[in-house]
């Protein structure tokens, strides 16, 4: 009996604390929390004055349907994300700019302005659904500019995975009740943020900012990237949200016979120059000089930043660029990238998924059905007018729009993305030559594999090589053959976090690591403070080199890259043997799609 006793108080104490962890992973509200400890002590009671087998099972199964209840029906309420965390410096003065008046808010200690959720175009909603964004409707009275707009419109994981995620992958979650909430997602995201010193000013660098996500997921308000940082340094920091998925992708003969400009699937890229537009138009009024602006980005948002800088929509939009692993600029790009006949064909197939046959038809869906093509519908298009051309034969023409660029991939890009799929002794050879046909033998002699750790980290090597940094490769080339100085850089800073896979180097060239975090050392914040000087120079003269940082030399024929880590110097690019065979592959395929 006793041994049955202390049996019943292990599991109960299990079973307990699974359940409380799943609220707390699931962000339930704290009325979830008190139902949950009600049940689980009602049960403890009960249980113990129950003799009968049967009858404990059953108590025991409704006590779980009744938690999975409680679970589901108390999870947190959707919310906009304040400007600024926790307590701020108070209400910024008033700013007038086209559309009107607003405030924004300083943060804790008055040294930041934040000014956050400003509209710069029109609900693309109804009628405006993939159509070119249209200008904002001004507005009457001062804007409160205090909370970050919702989301633009994605798939999104369950509360669960997300805090999953912040466990294995950066190693930082945090168990608090003051995070109990969802994020708030909307088609109508086309809003931005600003991050300024405080204070009058005139004329500063400004940065615009692009987020990544695959074309599909991602927002503008998150931690790593957040303009807080380098604004400390004299930046005046601008990002934006922007159509994703199928709503900023779609591409359709409809469409394009609608748009008075002929074009088509590319109303993200849309948002992005419009949101450069009015940055131009307003910048001035929060002491930014529009005469003096880069564009960056990560991810896909570098993808994003290298096809801007060869659309002729964008010129006169910003001076210098900043790409963070990813680039369309191979001859063949490896995502985020489609030619138009490929679109309409993906965008016919979209029409018939959804059981469809005209675009009006698909303007009458709700947006959180249509949120599901994002798996189909997330690349931008060379539709003749957003893109003329392919990023690549806009470079080999001599068309460009930057002055400078400052871009690079970590060393360890790939591991993220692979997972759960990575490779071993058994399945290597099958993988590269799934992936690589023809070029199979020249890929396994240069990376031949003994071991299954051998295997897995060619594997890892090999698609960070193809899907990130071979894309900077042919950005540095073109860069050289136009004459426009390159400074390419390879961030290999371990850390207790993400350390160099992809993103992981945006906490430090924004300059973010937070003050109170143990997973970085002093030298940490030391390359931190190193790597964001470089940016901050770049931004302010296109040049990221001054006084006390180690020279970084501009891209040159030996393409040596400027390595960021433990050690900070010039350091030759690990993945240069095999840039030649990809350059024949990505030949070929745009020969096969001519």
Request: net charge negative.
């Amino acid at each position: 009996m006793r041994k049955n006793g202390i049996g019943f108080c292990i599991f109960y104490g299990v079973f307990s604390l699974l359940a409380l962890a799943l609220l707390e992973l699931n962000k339930n509200r704290v009325i979830g929390w008190v139902i949950a400890l009600v049940l689980l002590a009602e049960y403890f009671l009960l249980r113990r004055n129950l003799k009968n087998a049967g009858a404990r099972i059953l108590v025991f199964l409704c006590l779980t349907a009744l938690l999975a209840a409680d679970l589901f029906l108390t999870v947190g309420p959707v919310k906009r994300h304040p400007a600024v965390e926790g307590k701020n410096g108070g209400e910024t003065d008033v700013i007038t700019i086209a559309d009107g008046q607003l405030t924004g808010v300083l943060t804790a200690d008055g040294e930041v302005e934040v000014y956050a959720g400003i509209p710069y175009a029109a609900p693309p909603v109804g009628e405006l659904r993939w159509r070119e964004p249209q200008d904002p409707t001004p507005w009457e009275g001062v804007l409160k500019a205090d909370r970050f707009a919702p989301m633009s419109m994605q798939p999104q994981n369950s509360a669960i995975y997300n805090s999953l995620a912040r466990i294995i992958g950066y190693h930082d979650y945090r168990i608090t009740l003051n995070d109990n909430y969802r994020d708030a997602n909307s088609e109508d995201a086309l809003y931005l943020n600003i991050w300024k010193p405080a204070g009058a000013q005139e004329k500063l660098p400004v940065l615009v900012y692009i987020h990544g996500g695959s074309l599909q997921t991602g927002h503008n308000w998150y931690a790593d990237y957040s303009g807080e940082g380098l604004a400390r340094k004299g930046v005046i920091v601008v990002n934006m949200g922007y159509r994703l998925g199928v709503f900023g992708f779609l591409a359709t003969e409809e469409l394009m016979a609608e748009s008075a400009y002929g074009t088509t699937g590319n109303y993200g890229l849309l948002d992005q120059i419009k949101a450069l537009e009015w940055v131009q138009e307003n910048i001035a009024a929060f002491g930014g000089d529009p005469d003096n602006v880069t564009l960056a980005g990560e991810s896909a948002g570098s993808a994003c930043v290298s096809a801007l800088c060869t659309s002729p929509l964008a010129k006169g939009l910003f001076r210098r660029a900043i790409g963070e692993s990813s680039t369309t600029t191979a001859q063949w790009p490896a995502h985020s990238f489609r030619m138009l006949d490929r679109a309409i064909q993906t965008g016919n197939e979209t029409l018939a998924r959804f059981g469809v046959s005209s675009v009006e038809e698909l303007r009458q869906l709700d947006a959180k059905k249509l949120v599901a093509a994002a798996d189909q519908v997330h690349h931008m298009v060379v539709d003749g007018y957003v893109l003329p051309v392919t990023p690549y034969e806009a470079y080999a023409q001599g068309n460009h729009n930057e002055e400078a660029i400052l871009h690079g991939f970590n060393s360890d890009e790939g591991t993220p993305f692979i997972l759960f799929e990575q490779a071993n002794l058994k399945n290597y050879e099958q993988k590269v030559r799934a992936y690589f046909g023809d070029f199979a033998d020249e890929v396994l002699a240069l990376y031949p594999a003994a071991t299954d750790a051998e295997a897995k980290q060619n594997w890892t090597d090999l698609y960070s090589a193809v899907y990130f940094t071979h894309g900077h490769y042919c950005w540095a080339g073109q860069a050289l053959q136009n004459g426009i100085p390159s400074y390419e850089y390879y961030f290999s800073k371990e850390n207790g976090s993400i350390g160099p896979w992809h993103s992981g180097e945006e906490i430090y060239c924004y300059h973010n690591i937070p003050d109170g975090s143990k997973l970085y050392d002093e030298a940490d914040r030391e390359l931190s403070d190193m790597f964001s000087d470089y940016f901050v120079n770049y931004i302010k003269t296109g040049d990221p080199n001054g006084p006390g940082l180690p020279q970084w030399e501009k891209s040159g024929e030996d393409r040596l890259l400027m390595e960021l880590g433990d050690r900070v110097g010039p350091v030759e690019d690990p993945y240069v043997p095999i840039y030649g065979i990809l350059d024949r592959m990505n030949a070929r395929q745009a020969e096969e799609n001519a």
